[in-house]
C-alpha cells in the first residue's frame, strides 16, 4: 500500500480506537488521530515482523485493519498511562 493509504487507514483506526477507547484523552482529538496514524504503521510493522503475517498491498485486507486498529489501540492506551487525564 502506498504512504497515502497508511494516513488514510490511520486516521480510520484512531477514530475506531477512540470508539472502543472512550474518554477524554489528554491531547484531544488532533493527537488522538495521529496516535491512530501511528498506530498503524505500528501495527503493520509488530504484524509483519513478529507475527509472520506481512500487510498485504490491498487496502480492504481484514488482517491489515486489525493489524492498525490494533496498534493504535496500544499506543492509545500508553499515551494515556503515561500522560494520564491532564485535561480535567
Do not use: E, H
Request: no cysteine; hydrophobic share 55%.
Amino acid at each position: 500500500m502506498s504512504f497515502v493509504a497508511w494516513i488514510v487507514l490511520g486516521l480510520v483506526a484512531g477514530a475506531l480506537a477512540k470508539l472502543l477507547l472512550p474518554g477524554r484523552d489528554p491531547g484531544g482529538p488532533v493527537v488522538t488521530t495521529l496516535i491512530g496514524v501511528a498506530g498503524s504503521f505500528v501495527g503493520g510493522w509488530i504484524s509483519a515482523k513478529f507475527l509472520d503475517r506481512p500487510v498485504t498491498a490491498q487496502f480492504f485486507d481484514l488482517a491489515t485493519w486489525a493489524s492498525a486498529i490494533g496498534g493504535a489501540l496500544v499506543l492509545l492506551i500508553l499515551y494515556r498511562i503515561v500522560f494520564g487525564n491532564s485535561r480535567d
